[in-house]
């Protein structure tokens, strides 16, 4: 019957019936807890149950059914495999906590339990758990060599060492791999898992539409499924998109949503992130007060955390100081570009951006600057030595 409930809600889940499959994973756990069960059937129902509320990305029951597999982990040190892979959940769960030092620790003790039980594929998920933790910290060295051990095991490295590349500066090889493997992946859920990344990598290449439409395909995953960490990826994408457009109160508006949900999620990298955005996107709409103390409240967190290159970036855009009038570094490409007497299609085409984002800075710099027209926009520009 347990076995039979969780195969039950894991097909509802799948199959967007996210509440109710839930609902029957929850029963199935309460006999395993119960000690009703035999302990084969009790440990694959604890980390089965767990992988499904990691792929419908439903942390709170993630990081509680974790807790409660790593106390019957305890009770049964003979069984190997689910030692290890209770280990492997540790790891995940730390990492997205920002305990980095930690899931890497998890994760070395995750490989050396499976590596008794010659469990390949988990010993793959525990380097990629390594991997992220590296990467977060700045470790670069060390997080491409454990994405490589993690595919030479079977485990797909992706979006990880995407964004590793991305951290490298090679955005065209991050933009490869993450194209690639969304080529790849048909179900929704594995494509929920990439999309995050494949927005940050296709706006680091200037690619906005293909940005802009990752970030809808992930709000309508997020809309069937409903889970909060869903929701919040959704938001935190929609607002990076709509602070490239130039639309910095939508911005604001959907990155509030994400930080708020991370918070209580209890993930306090992906919060910060979504804080440091919400900081440009102040500073953008003229208001340099609430920047600053977004951005130094965003500091204090990846500070803390140890998140290096994370902190690299914020100081690398906090630096970028507005030009005369107001205006973003964007907008005053747009403004030397109108002043030198080109179009909005052609200023779209010399900056790989779409049409619609390009009127959308022009009529923030005529707002910006008092003007009406692009010649009161071109007087300006020269008056206040521009271009």
Not at 148 to 170: D, H, T, V, Y
Request: with cysteine; charged share 20%.
């Amino acid at each position: 019957m347990a076995l039979g409930q969780f195969l039950q809600g894991a097909a509802a889940v799948a199959g967007g019936e996210v509440a109710a499959g839930l609902a029957l994973l929850d029963e199935a756990m309460v006999a395993a807890v119960a000690g009703e069960l035999t302990p084969p059937v009790t440990g694959t129902i604890y980390c089965e149950v767990i992988e499904v509320c990691h792929q419908v990305a439903e942390l709170r029951r993630a990081r509680e059914w974790t807790q409660a597999l790593t106390s019957w982990c305890d009770s049964q040190p003979g069984l190997v495999t689910f030692t290890g892979q209770c280990l492997v959940h540790r790891a995940e769960i730390l990492r997205l906590g920002g305990a980095w030092p930690e899931a890497v620790e998890a994760a070395r003790r995750a490989a050396e339990r499976l590596a008794e039980a010659d469990d390949e594929l988990a010993i793959g998920a525990t380097s990629y758990q390594q991997a992220e933790a590296h990467r977060a910290l700045g470790q670069l060295e060390a997080a491409e060599a454990a994405y490589q051990l993690a595919s030479r095991w079977g485990m797909e490295p992706q979006p990880g060492l995407a964004l590793l590349r991305l951290a490298q500066g090679r955005t065209e090889a991050a933009a490869a791999a993450i194209r690639r493997v969304l080529t790849e992946t048909g179900d929704r859920l594995g494509r929920a898992r990439l999309l995050p990344a494949a927005v940050e990598i296709l706006l680091a290449t200037g690619d906005l539409d293909g940005a802009r439409e990752a970030a809808g395909e992930l709000a309508g995953i997020a809309g069937d499924y409903r889970t909060q960490a869903l929701r919040a990826a959704a938001d935190h994408a929609l607002g990076a998109v709509c602070l490239a457009e130039g639309d910095a109160g939508a911005a604001v508006t959907a990155l509030r949503r994400a930080w708020r949900a991370w918070r209580e999620l209890e993930a306090p990298y992906e919060a910060a992130r979504a804080r440091l955005l919400i900081g440009l996107a102040c500073r953008d709409l003229g208001d340099e007060d609430a920047a600053a103390m977004e951005l130094e409240a965003a500091r204090t967190v990846l500070a803390g955390l140890g998140a290096g290159p994370e902190l690299d970036r914020l100081d690398r855009l906090a630096g970028a100081v507005p030009a005369a009038g107001g205006l973003t570094g964007r907008e005053l490409e747009v403004l030397r570009l109108v002043a030198a007497g080109a179009t909005n299609h052609a200023i779209a085409t010399r900056l790989h951006l779409a049409d619609k984002t390009v009127h959308r800075h022009v009529s923030n710099i005529y707002a910006k600057l008092g003007v009406s027209s692009r010649a009161g926009a071109t007087a300006y520009a020269y008056q206040h030595h521009l271009v």
